[in-house]
């Protein structure tokens, strides 16, 4: 299969040959895998029981999808990806900043899938074979990831979605043949060395897990669904067929993993670490196909992860090709799994990376549904692709290529995250005002949505087509006769 040539320019009608299908495989198969299975240990090193556990992470993971899943269809509309989609309501330089929010959230994703997947792989190798857990050990096992990853992420989309279909129905024997493997040993009661609920009393604590555990999963994915829907042609399929489809496999996809590592967690006792006890619990029988998964499951899902991290990167840099792009990131994502393996604790890194992001990431994603409601899913995307061609101009020009009021929104909506939020290292001072509970991604996202409606009134635009056969138009031909002098307004209700 030849490796993939396009970037973050428009997917030509052609080339969208994907489907609601492929989008749940891809969810599906690619979250399989360690990196996300780590995320349900958080919820009992929090130290909560069983139940309050699984809730915290059902919970937060339905909040967080329903926020995620519509910004599937944005891509689908506009052929291209989800960062450079937003010049729509950005500008299509201000887009930048969704650019930099997905390279942010792919590179921790990428270089914490490496990480965990590594570390149970030579912990699985130093029982099968004796193989000894010294920093040379773990520096060939990263380095045998990282580069499996990097073959994945440069041959493209078509290989990876091949590969999530492989991982849909290995992955899930294997997590199957997990459950047998642990159940004998699983308790449903906090776990005593964990030192009681983090936070000191029951609520704070569950809505941390609710947003680290839960919430954080489908966040992740805020700049990323738009990567895999861009291939699919809305001639062909709905926009509800579309969001279906984003909502099963994101639901099936982060909670089948995430519970499973929730029961292992309980099962291995494992309170103040996930790989260690997690390798050492195991029967004998269950250390290679352990082996198997940490290996196969971290290369599908770090080689998402790093395609999409290519793109945002040719997105930023658009002299640099996706390939090169993709092999620079990978660099800089390797160079984060060591740092995490000699410098942090796997608790305190990961709380913290994904409170921050979520924090970062929510009123971006916010502005950017809200300009998705506002347009009717009806966008220009020659004019997306400016900045691309080094051009200036178009229907996303705005004020220099940025709308001033979308960006300053966005860092409204960050700056109030980021000063609510409560990390092991740090604590913003507005958590006085709630009660010591994190809500920063409550607060970022409102203040962020909020900010943006009362900057940016909404003009008097009316959709350009609003047929029962909207879906199955790509509404390119209004909006080039709007270019060419028809008057079609533009996104702020004012002729362009």
Known sequence: MPVEQRGVDTVPEEERTSGPRDLVSILL?????????????????????????????????????????????????????????S?????????????????????????LTVWIGGDVMVGTLHRLIGLPASDLSYAVVYALLSAATVAGAVYGYRVLLRMSR???????????????????????????????????????TWLLAAVAAGLSGPVAFITLLGDYTRYISPARHSSRSVLRATWLGLT????????????????????????????????????????????????????????????????ILPRASRTRATCTVAVVATACVFVGHYASSTQDAMTSFVLLLTAIGTPWAVITLIGFVRCRGVYDPDALQVFNR????????????????ATVSWALGALVGVLAVSLPSYEGPLLSLTGGVDCSFLLSGAVGGLAHLALSPRGARAPLDTGPDADAKQAVPALRAGRTGTGVPGPTGRSD
């Open 252 to 315: 099936l996809g982060l909670l089948v993993p995430q519970l499973f590592g929730t029961f292992t967690a309980f099962a291995a006792r494992a309170a103040l670490d996930y790989a260690g006890p997690l390798v050492s619990a195991a029967p004998g029988w269950y250390l290679l196909p352990l082996l198997v998964a940490a290996s196969a499951g971290s290369v599908g899902n770090a080689g998402l992860m790093l395609y999409s991290m290519g793109l945002d990167l040719d997105a």
């Open 390 to 405: 080094r051009s200036r101009g178009g229907a996303y020009w705005y004020t220099s290529g940025w709308n001033v009021p």
């Open 87 to 111: 010049g729509a309501q950005f500008g299509v330089r201000g887009r930048l900043v969704g650019s930099v929010v997905g390279l942010l959230l792919a590179l921790g994703y990428t270089a």
């Open 29 to 85: 198969g690619s979250n399989l895998c360690l990196g996300v299975i780590i995320f349900g240990w958080l919820p009992p090193s929090f130290g909560l029981d069983w139940w309050s556990s699984v809730t915290s992470i059902v919970v937060g993971t339905l909040v967080g999808t329903a926020l995620t899943a519509p910004l599937a269809l944005v891509s689908l509309r506009t052929a291209t990806n989800l960062s450079t989609s």
């Open 166 to 204: 492989v991982l849909a129905v290995g992955m899930t024997a294997l997590l199957a043949l997990g459950v047998v493997a642990y159940a004998p040993h699983f308790t449903t009661a906090a776990l005593p060395e964990a030192g009681g609920q983090l936070l000191g009393s029951f609520w704070p």
